[in-house]
């Protein structure tokens, strides 16, 4: 560890306390963010040389390593929405969570939907399976990253933390995640107090509001699915209404699903111009197609997934605009679905009255005393209709728009030019091996990035499957730009 972070005494995670000074040349590899994405760096760091001549050090502001915001929950209502089979946090051993779940309990299979909780520990614990492995090549420090400094003397980067300490580092590599959505402009947030919740992963905020007045999410995603299952555990006599421009609902995945086939780019989109209309006329006459075979129109989507982000770099900045405009409402439902028994719950809430889904936009919103009075518009109306709820909670989205973002690290980095937004504000310029781009566009040596920023440049890149390719992918990176090394002496494949 650098000197002054020594002497400041950086606080570090309980399996990271082993470390040992690690002598001759090493390379520092900080990962700012320890969630899904830095933490699965930093296992492929480990695994591939068992650690030789790396210190990899993950600075996380969390409490825990490794869960990130998806997977901090410990509600088990909160189910992943991709089966156990198709979440391997390995690349090269699809198996390997499925190992892990049967260790929780035998029952589970390849198309189980088992709870975030769950997945949580699993990463949990094939990070600290690598961690023992490797011992003393990896440091976990919590604290907050505030600043990225270039050309610190003998390192490329110097890392300033909120402790007030600091870390030198050969390579950094940006991981941070999730941001909570924008309040909208309609909202008047600062003068609603407790009531409105601009945090939607913010459960102990959830579990405070009271339950005799009815919650108003904003949005009716996944998020708001979230949202609306913790307040409906939490009390028996909730109402709550998800307002969305569209009021469009996430579709249930089928029981039992099968991973997706692989397979060449789809012919019947190869016969087309590229483009909004044409592929999306295409993917729905091919839907139609598998149904009248006795098929299941979500294999038309999932055969797809593989060659999303090739179908996005074909798409101009104009046709992109177009698919967000008009397209991503009814693509986001069909694609991102919910647990086959989350899809039931919901519609069990739908039936019993508890839940109601309306199209619309909220115009204004007056705190009267406990109540909120909200305004709203209806899809296709022309005059308002009104609300009357005892919360808002803002489901509408993460935010990528980083000028808009009051995370000092973020602010710092774009003020110095270390940064470029892409023009639709979905995230991240990068470069072709996830090199963070500065505000000219010249990929900047020894700064990465990887995590749900990547959509901007492949728009499938914010789930696990796709996440995990992509940490792999870095990570080797990364170990190709040292100096060869010996082969490791130590296991290199934690068994979860
Ligand atoms: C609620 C939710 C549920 C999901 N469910 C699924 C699912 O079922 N299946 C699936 O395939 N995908 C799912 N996803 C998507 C997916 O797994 C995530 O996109 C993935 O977790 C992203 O990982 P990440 O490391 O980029 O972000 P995160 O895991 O959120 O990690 C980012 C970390 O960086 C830390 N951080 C940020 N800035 C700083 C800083 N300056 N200093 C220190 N630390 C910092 C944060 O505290 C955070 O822990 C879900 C996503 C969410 C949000």
Request: glycine fraction near 8%; aromatic fraction near 6%; charge should be positive.
């Amino acid at each position: 560890m650098h000197n002054r972070g020594r002497r400041r005494g950086l606080q570090r995670f309980a399996f990271a306390k082993s470390m040992r000074h690690i002598s001759g040349a090493v390379t520092r590899i900080v990962i700012i963010g320890a969630g899904f994405s830095g933490s699965l760096t930093a296992l492929h760091l480990l695994r591939a040389r068992g650690g030789a001549n790396l210190e990899v050090v993950l600075i996380e502001q969390r409490a825990s390593v490794a869960r990130g915001l998806a997977y901090q929950c410990w509600d088990d209502n909160l189910l992943l929405n991709v089966p156990a089979g198709n979440m391997s946090a390995l690349a090269d051993d699809p198996g390997h969570f499925l190992s892990y779940c049967r260790t929780v309990d035998p029952a589970f299979g390849p198309g189980s939907f088992v709870s975030r909780r769950i997945y949580g520990d699993y990463l949990e614990a094939s990070l600290a399976e690598a961690v023992r492995n490797t011992p003393g090549r990896l440091v976990a420090v919590q604290d907050i990253a505030l600043a990225l400094e270039p050309g610190a003397p003998d390192a490329a980067w110097r890392v300033q933390l909120a402790s007030g300490a600091h870390l030198d580092a050969e390579e950094v590599v940006l991981a941070l995640g999730h941001f909570p959505p924008l309040p909208p402009a309609s909202i008047p947030a600062a003068a609603l107090g407790a009531c409105y919740i601009n945090d939607p992963w913010d459960f102990v905020a959830l579990d405070l509001l009271p339950h005799d007045l009815p919650v108003l999410i904003l949005g009716s995603g996944h998020t708001a699915i979230d949202a609306l299952f913790r307040l409906t555990s939490a009390s028996n006599q909730r109402k709550v209404i998800l307002l969305s421009r569209r009021g469009l609902t996430p579709q249930g995945h089928r029981f039992a699903p099968t991973p997706p086939l692989r397979t060449g780019f789809p012919e019947h989109l190869a016969r087309h111009v590229p483009g909004v209309r044409t592929y999306l006329r295409a993917v729905r006459e091919r839907a139609a197609l598998r149904m009248r075979e006795g098929g299941d129109w979500r294999d038309a989507i999932n055969e797809l997934r593989a060659h999303t982000p090739q179908i996005w770099a074909s798409w101009p900045d104009a046709e992109r605009r177009r698919f967000l405009r008009h397209a991503v409402a009814f693509w986001d439902i069909h694609r991102h679905r919910l647990a086959p028994s989350a899809f039931q719950r919901f519609e069990q809430l739908q039936r019993s009255g508890k839940v109601r889904v309306i199209a619309g936009r909220v115009i204004s919103c007056a705190r009267e005393g406990s109540r909120l009075e909200v305004q709203y518009r209806p899809r296709g109306q022309a005059g308002p209709e009104s609300l009357q709820v005892g919360a808002i909670v803002n489901c509408s989205g993460p935010n990528y728009d980083l000028t808009r973002l009051d995370l000092p690290l973020v602010r710092q980095m774009l003020a110095d030019g270390l940064l470029l937004q892409d023009p639709l504000k979905l995230g991240l310029e990068v470069g072709a091996n996830y090199e963070v781009l500065d505000a000219r566009g010249r990929a900047q040596a020894h700064c990465h990035y990887v995590g749900p920023m990547l959509k901007a440049g492949l728009w499938e890149a914010i789930a696990a499957p796709e996440l995990r390719g992509h940490t792999q992918r870095l990570a080797d990176i990364l170990l190709d730009s040292l100096a060869p090394q010996p082969a490791p002496s130590v296991p290199s494949a934690p068994g979860a």
